[in-house]
């Protein structure tokens, strides 16, 4: 039984079409697939209505955590390309987010700092988070998540022994 928007049994492919593959596996894997989909449009929308860029979100995050942290650990740290994060703290630090500064020991590392406005909005992306699990995760009974998060580690085993 599924709840209402996490049907996957009429959606994408029929079951049979894929081979090797048993109908009640596939069927999780579709509802599992559409619920990250809802989860992303959820997020995306909690913090757009707070103007702050998804992809900022989980940079500010990691920063927060790890004030001072080297520019080439938060890239790590996001599984993102050096490149990649350059442009993104370029863009942060034109906004006044963050600022970075030469290590003191190492001039070969970056270290990257919150502002004062990087904090507020990190404040401010905390409550988008807390509107965005109340308003999913939240309304689950607790013996519910107990179950979901008991498979959602299993499920993250399994994967990461293939891995």
């Known amino acids: 039984m599924h709840p209402k928007g996490c049907d996957s049994r009429f959606e994408g492919p029929s079951f049979a079409e894929i081979r090797g593959v048993d109908p009640l596996s596939l069927q999780v894997f579709h509802a599992f697939f559409k619920a990250m989909r809802l989860h992303r449009q959820l997020m995306f929308r909690t913090m757009s209505e707070r103007d702050i860029f998804p992809g ?24 993102v ?26 001039q070969r590392l970056t270290r990257i700092y919150l502002t004062d406005a ?5 404040d401010e992306m905390d409550l988008a988070m807390a ?33």
Not at 61 to 72: C, F, K, L
Not at 118 to 122: A, E, M, N
Not at 132 to 138: E, L, M
Request: hydrophobic share 40%.
């Open 81 to 106: 390309a050096r490149p990649t994060i350059t442009v993104m703290l370029q863009k942060m630090e034109a906004s006044g987010l963050i600022a970075r500064q030469p290590d003191e020991d190492d």
């Open 56 to 79: 900022q979100a989980g940079c500010l995050w990691v920063i927060s955590n790890h004030d001072g942290i080297p520019q080439r650990d938060l890239a790590q740290r996001l599984h």
């Open 118 to 122: 990087g904090r507020r909005l990190q």
């Open 131 to 163: 509107s965005f699990i109340n308003a999913s995760f939240g309304k689950m009974s607790a013996g519910d998540l107990e179950e979901f998060d008991r498979l959602l580690g299993e499920l993250c085993s399994i994967i990461g022994r293939e891995l």
